[in-house]
């Protein structure tokens, strides 16, 4: 459970939980107060008494899903400081990325709020802590590497490539999803990270 988590009343949790999967199956124009409280089971009135707009309810949303993508680095980030080889640390990124596969409301959610972020400060303030950690870890991972680029930009460029991987992945019947993310994953490390060649 993560920190966030921990600090948040069993109320709260199943709002943000609810308001996610609303963000995932109807988008931003669905995610209202109402909506959340069909979702939750709760009774009309329920979430504004605790998130009382819509941008608090957006950004408390925002930054429930934030934290749950730091926890899924965390792991990562403690194995590469335990000096795992290059090899061992690209292919538990691409693990990274592939296992988020196995969280798709969080993922859609994040896509949708990524284009709310866009035209809300509030918003991508609240998603920032997520994005900055997961390019720490990739920054981390190029200079191990012993890569010669600039790793600041090297690991924006590959994170950006990774969410568009990500976001079309669901454009793939469920099945094909796995292998998709996985093998470009793979290619779009390699353009970054000296790798062992893998059989084609």
């Known amino acids: 459970m993560s920190t966030q988590e921990s600090e ?11 308001a996610a999967r609303v963000v995932a199956a109807k988008g931003m ?4 107060h109402r909506a959340v409280d069909g979702e939750a089971g709760l009774p009309v009135g329920s979430t504004s008494g605790y998130l009382r707009t819509r941008l608090a309810l957006t950004t ?7 934290d749950a993508l730091i926890d899924n ?8 400081r335990a000096g795992d080889t290059t090899e061992e640390l690209a292919a538990q990124a691409i693990e990274l990325f592939v296992g988020w596969l196995a969280t798709p409301t969080l993922l859609l959610a994040q896509g949708e709020l990524t284009q ?15 994005e900055h950690r997961i390019r720490r870890l990739v920054r981390e991972l190029l200079t191990t590497a012993g890569e010669n680029g600039d790793p600041d930009t090297d690991a924006e460029a590959l994170v950006a490539a990774m969410q568009g991987v990500l976001g079309s992945a669901f454009l793939r019947p ?27």
């Open 116 to 130: 709310e972020a866009a035209r809300v400060p509030e918003v991508a303030g609240a998603l920032e802590p997520a």
């Open 73 to 80: 680095v965390e792991g990562l980030v403690s194995r590469q």
């Open 174 to 200: 469920p099945e094909e999803r796995e292998a998709y993310v996985r093998g470009t994953a793979r290619r779009i490390v390699e353009a970054f990270v000296r790798l062992p060649s893998t059989p084609r």
């Open 60 to 66: 408390a949303l925002a930054a429930f899903i934030s």
């Open 29 to 32: 124009r669905g995610l209202t």
């Open 8 to 18: 948040l009343s069993p109320r709260m949790q199943l709002i943000l939980e609810s």
